[in-house]
């Protein structure tokens, strides 16, 4: 699909005009007719105000019923959607991305839970958006905040998910990356008797999102749980429905140590993971005799193989972890979950992520067009190449995984081996020369 990538829409926010806004709810309207009911909100980045009033501005115009909750973490609005009965949630929000982006995630109704939008609705917004057809919209004459209401409904979930914890004694550091979890954060944490210490935790409508902050910056973290000598710290991304952590000996904990953790606790013997797992994960998962189902990436994809194969557990290694009985992510509830394991088994994390042994790893970028993509899958130069340094890797008992990002303008380069300095070295050997040919 030309807009549709692996989590939604993802582009620049000056891209989101009024006519393209118009047009994504003209194209649900076209999948579902406009007797249904949609649920708005988004994360804190400057763009995610205006887009949000647009939104608003279109569904008044298609006569279709809406409300909104304003900022709030993407798995709170997919579980709030369906619990208050709206058939469709749009989340608007660029999740990880800098400021300057956005994007949009459509959340409709499933079986049991909200789950993301299906391929024929995604292609009905796909042809709207490629449509001539323009639209004069209307002002919303009342509009419905109800983001109080579905805070204290996704708190209730997430306390209800837990059924019994107690935090007494621990102190955590939380980095909210100034995004979508900042309205929420530490309320559940004291409330079990944590002390949580705050980093960039502002709620506003505004540029510090991911800035320098949160999951994808976690030099901050390190510093206050060394600072404060805290017990752990989570950081979360943009939109919350990720996280990962920092252990007592200030050393990143990752999705695939976190779904390791939680499989252990919970003695599961099945796990959904993608092609980018670290070769501990599987190694430990092996040694373990647990099942590994393994993905394309993206969320969407683990979500599907769970469903197909009765799977309870799995994620991704960036710390997007879909959790027993859940419909997404929940970089929340997933944080919880940990700080209920070190609770009950009284292990530190450092002693919890050493079950399994991590593999040297390393992700380089190259930027590239969405031509510069397309060409790694039709050059047969480039293939030619990658062939060369996936038996260049046998040497130090490595692989390699070279991917368009589903996201954003580049091409993910990344290689795992028991040498960390030569994948290092050959992984950027490979962004040049791949660079050059491309």
Not at 21 to 40: F, N, P, S
Not at 229 to 258: K, P, T
Not at 304 to 325: C, F, T, V, W, Y
């Amino acid at each position: 699909m030309k807009y549709f990538g692996t989590d939604g829409i993802r582009q620049p926010a000056d891209q989101f005009t009024t006519e393209f806004l118009a047009r994504i709810v003209a194209g649900l309207a076209d999948y579902a007719g406009t007797d249904i009911k949609v649920l708005l909100g988004g994360d804190t980045r400057e763009s995610s105000e205006w887009i949000l009033a647009d939104l608003e501005s279109a569904c008044e115009t298609f006569g279709i019923e809406y409300s909104s909750v304003g900022v709030l973490p993407t798995p709170a609005i997919n579980y709030c959607f369906y619990e208050m009965g709206y058939d469709f949630a749009i989340d608007v929000t660029a999740s990880h991305n800098p400021y300057a982006d956005n994007g949009i995630k459509i959340f409709e109704r499933g079986a049991t839970s909200g789950q993301k939008l299906c391929e024929e609705g995604c292609q009905a917004i796909e042809n709207s958006l490629e449509s001539a057809k323009s639209y004069a919209l209307v002002s919303p004459t009342l509009r419905e905040n109800l983001h109080n209401e579905a805070v204290a409904l996704y708190k209730e979930h997430l306390l209800n998910y837990l059924k019994t914890a107690d935090f007494s004694n621990l102190k955590i550091g939380m980095d909210c990356a100034n995004g979508a979890t900042s309205t929420i954060n530490k309320q559940i944490f004291e409330e079990l008797g944590a002390t949580i210490t705050l980093i960039n935790a502002d709620s506003n409508y505004g540029t510090a999102i991911n800035a320098n902050c949160g999951s994808t910056h976690l030099e901050p973290l390190k510093a206050l749980i060394a600072a404060n000598h805290l017990d752990f710290g989570v950081a979360f991304d943009g939109d919350g429905d990720r996280c990962l952590m920092i252990d007592d000996e200030g050393r990143e904990i990752d999705g695939d140590e976190i779904i390791a953790i939680l499989a252990n606790y919970l003695n599961l013997d099945k796990i959904a993971i993608t092609v980018m797992a670290n070769q501990g994960l599987l190694n430990w998962a092996n040694a373990n005799n647990i099942t590994t189902e393994i993905t394309a990436v993206g969320d969407s994809n683990v979500a599907e193989a769970m469903r197909l194969h009765d799977i309870k557990i799995g994620g991704e290694q960036s710390g997007h972890i879909i959790l027993p009985g859940e419909a997404t992510g929940d970089g929340m509830l997933t944080a919880l979950m940990i700080t209920k394991v070190i609770s009950e088994t009284n292990k530190p994390l450092h002693a919890l992520a050493s079950i399994m042994t991590k593999f040297p790893q390393v992700i380089v970028n190259l930027k590239a067009t969405p031509e510069q993509k397309q060409a790694l899958k039709t050059s047969d130069q480039a293939k030619k190449l990658l062939l060369e340094y996936d038996d260049e890797l046998k040497s130090v008992k490595g692989r390699l995984l070279v991917r368009p990002s589903g996201t954003e303008p580049l091409i993910r380069i990344t290689m795992w081996g028991n040498d960390a300095t030569e994948i290092e070295k050959l992984a950027n050997d490979l962004k040049n020369e791949l660079g050059e040919i491309l």
